[in-house]
């Protein structure tokens, strides 16, 4: 039985056939339940469509890598789902998003509350130009929180979280623009977390990284694995195979992004399904 | 061979290289004495004349004697007010500008369209206008309000145009960051486009200082020239360059006087322009680089 975003999706599929490698082996990472669902979703800019009718259903609490070439729409759909995609001008959406079961584009949804809850890390680190304690208090700030004990301990949890807490614990009010590329980015991560979000977007986070950073900022994401739901945009096909659950492939077809494979990961890299997905991995194309 | 292959020779390539240095450092160099020239002349005719009684005191004999002290007042007084009165309309435009508006859209295009007029209209007109409407039509006559709000006037276009820039340098990361955090457009200009342009929008308001402190024409018709000590806003005070230009003009033998007087105001202009890019030091350094 082979796995199609349709049988994943009502469950047919699941859970007898759990193979997800030696990476995977333990405990499975999630109860496999639909956090996003994606039906037709098709971005356009300026009349230009980016990517063609993409239906598929992500995983709560796994890690959901977007692969493919350069300009075949995988940001343009991370992008959608925290309606960044809202900013840019000439920037359309047809298709529909749901997470858990709420239609992100409906008429009383909050967009600040929604990004709230879906977190975004970007390609090059972007810490503002604050101290790195502001870089995390101001956003939460923002969204209500205001007890000063309360700031420090969510502060402070978050840079545990994302290893950095022993690096910057004495100089919490120094520019967060001195910190390293690779803590830069991991500050950007806590910055997120701290907002306790349900899902994390990751474009190419490890892409603007030297390898050492890249490596440990790989593991920081790994181990997010359960406890958020990451959806992340990698040209790393190595990086997917360790760390991520699922893969999605996508390759431009017609002029437009088109999901060509979406799979268990190892499944995907393995043993594809399309001719174009097995030429992709195997580094014949794309 | 065709002669795209041959080289000039070497002595033609160093002849060329030293003709272009000495073309720009000769322009460089002609341009540094006219403002050397300017100085030595200045303070040649007027340092004699300037002590601590001359900043302190009051004119007397139309300036001949004395001081410039309400005359420097004067001038604080409508730089303030005029800052006061642009610098937020300035900013608040220059968000709708850099934020709001599409980029390149008709309104965009509209606005700077107006600018870029108002910043090239003469401030003699601005003058005029300011007379008509600050001193007759708004009742306020010739006051160091008037003067402050006319020079208000022709300083926005400076300081909205130098904070737009300023706020479009800053790059689109912080704003989709923000965006993706969840802060409202309110914060993140508060918070991190307008402290990431501060030393911008600093240098435009120097710039804007400076121009309203070199200002003759545009007071001359609103803030008057009665060079007592102004009691309130709604008095009538006489600005340091109206001071110069009047002592030099209608005054005979008041040419030292005039001297000395643009001495200070050189000495203030150079002193404002220092402590902007200082304090613009500063904030680069506090909020961007190492400590």
């Known amino acids: ?286 | 061979m065709p002669d795209v292959c041959v080289a000039p020779p070497a002595a033609y390539l160093h002849v060329r290289d030293t003709l272009l240095r000495a073309a720009v450092w000769s322009a460089t160099l002609l341009v540094g004495a006219v403002f050397a020239w300017l100085l030595a002349d200045l303070l040649g005719q007027g340092a004699a004349r300037i002590d601590w009684s001359f900043l302190t005191s009051a004119p007397r004999n139309a300036g001949r004697s004395g001081g410039i002290a309400p005359i420097l007042v004067s001038t604080l007084v409508v730089v303030v007010v005029a800052i006061a009165v642009a610098a937020p309309l300035g900013l608040a435009t220059a968000v709708l500008l850099a934020e709001v508006v599409r980029r390149g859209g008709r309104t965009e295009r509209l606005i700077g369209l107006s600018l870029d007029v108002l910043a090239g209209i003469p401030s003699i007109v601005f003058g005029l206008f300011g007379n008509a409407f600050f001193c007759i039509w708004l009742g306020l006559g010739f006051s160091i309000l008037a003067g402050g709000l006319t020079l208000a006037c022709m300083v926005l276009p400076i300081l909205i145009r130098t904070a737009e820039s300023g706020l479009r340098m800053v790059p689109n990361d912080w704003r989709f960051g923000a965006a993706a955090l969840g802060l409202s457009r309110a914060a993140t200009l508060w918070q991190i486009l307008i402290p990431a342009a501060a030393p911008a929008l600093l240098a435009g308001l120097m710039l804007g200082i400076g121009r309203a402190m070199a200002e003759t024409a545009a007071l001359v018709f609103t803030s008057g020239y009665v060079d007592r000590m102004p009691s309130s806003l709604w008095d009538s005070g006489r600005a340091i360059s109206v001071h110069i230009y009047d002592l030099s003009m209608n005054v005979a033998g008041g040419d030292q006087s005039a001297y000395a007087s643009a001495l200070v105001l050189i000495v203030l202009l150079i002193m404002i322009n220092s402590a902007a890019i200082w304090l613009a030091d500063i904030l680069l350094v506090r909020r961007i680089k190492m400590i």
């Open chain 1, 1 to 286: 039985m082979t796995a199609t975003p349709d049988r994943i999706a009502d469950g047919s599929y699941w859970p007898q056939s759990y193979t997800l490698g030696p990476i995977m082996s333990g405990e499975p990472c999630c109860v496999p339940k639909t956090l996003i669902s994606v039906e037709g979703l098709s971005p356009s800019y300026s009349g230009k469509t980016a990517l063609e009718n993409v239906s598929l259903d992500i995983d709560g609490g796994c890690i959901t890598a977007l692969i493919g070439p350069s300009g075949c729409g995988k940001t343009s759909l991370l992008s959608s789902l925290n309606r960044l995609t809202d900013l840019i001008p000439g920037c359309r959406l047809a298709g529909r998003i749901r997470i858990d079961g709420e239609d992100i584009h409906g008429v009383d949804v909050n967009v600040q509350g929604l990004r709230r809850r879906v977190g975004m890390i970007f390609q090059r680190p972007n810490p503002f130009p604050l101290s790195i304690r502001r870089n995390i208090e101001m956003p939460l700030r923002e969204h209500g929180m205001s007890r000063r004990s309360e700031l420090d301990e969510r502060i402070e949890r978050a840079l545990r979280d994302v290893g950095l807490w022993a690096e910057v614990r004495d100089r919490l009010d120094s520019p967060a623009l001195t910190l390293s590329g690779g803590q830069q980015q991991r500050l950007c991560i806590a910055r997120a977390v701290a907002l306790e979000p349900s899902i994390l977007l990751m474009d190419e986070p490890c892409s603007a990284l030297d390898p050492l950073s890249s490596g440990i900022v790989e593991d920081l994401i790994a181990s997010l694995r359960g406890r958020y739901t990451v959806v992340i945009v990698t040209h790393n096909l190595a990086q997917a195979r360790r760390i991520a659950n699922y893969a999605a492939l996508f390759w431009v077809q017609n002029r437009a992004g088109t999901l060509i494979e979406f799979d268990q990961c190892r499944r995907l890299l393995e043993a594809p399904r399309s001719d174009i997905t097995a030429a992709y991995v195997r580094g014949h194309r794309g």
